[in-house]
Nanobody, 118 residues
Framework: QVQLVESGGGLVQAGGSLRLSCAAS????????AGWFRQAPGKERELIAD????????YYASSVKGRFTISRDNAKNTVYLQMNSLKPEDTAVYYC???????????WGQGTQVTVSS
């Protein structure tokens, strides 16, 4: 069993930056792919970035490509999401998740709120 705890959310002005962290418990963190999702009010949860178990970034949603960067530190059991040039439309609850190589996401954090003011 793996537990995930996100942190780093908050209120920021448009054009600003935030760095989200997702800390995992357990010693098996490094075998999982990790991803960041977000869910805005009235919208479905969407995958915005994905990274392999060894730290190779895989997928970025077109809406965040070039502005957000996913990374991980397996020694610290932590996944990060660096968010630059934030826009009001980035306002959402951000979640991290873990999945196997070709499987569905099976572990989820509780989410952290990001609010971008115009």
């Amino acid at each position: 069993q793996v537990q995930l705890v996100e942190s780093g959310g908050g209120l920021v002005q448009a054009g600003g930056s935030l760095r989200l962290s997702c800390a995992a418990s357990g010693r098996t963190f490094s075998i999982y792919f990790a991803g960041w999702f977000r869910q805005a009010p009235g919208k479905e949860r969407e995958l915005i970035a994905d990274i392999s178990s060894n730290g190779s970034p895989g997928y970025y949603a077109s809406s965040v490509k070039g502005r957000f960067t996913i990374s991980r530190d397996n020694a610290k059991n932590t996944v990060y999401l660096q968010m630059n040039s934030l826009k009001p439309e980035d306002t959402a609850v951000y979640y991290c998740g873990l999945r196997g190589y070709s499987g569905d996401y099976i572990y989820w954090g509780q989410g952290t709120q990001v609010t971008v003011s115009s």
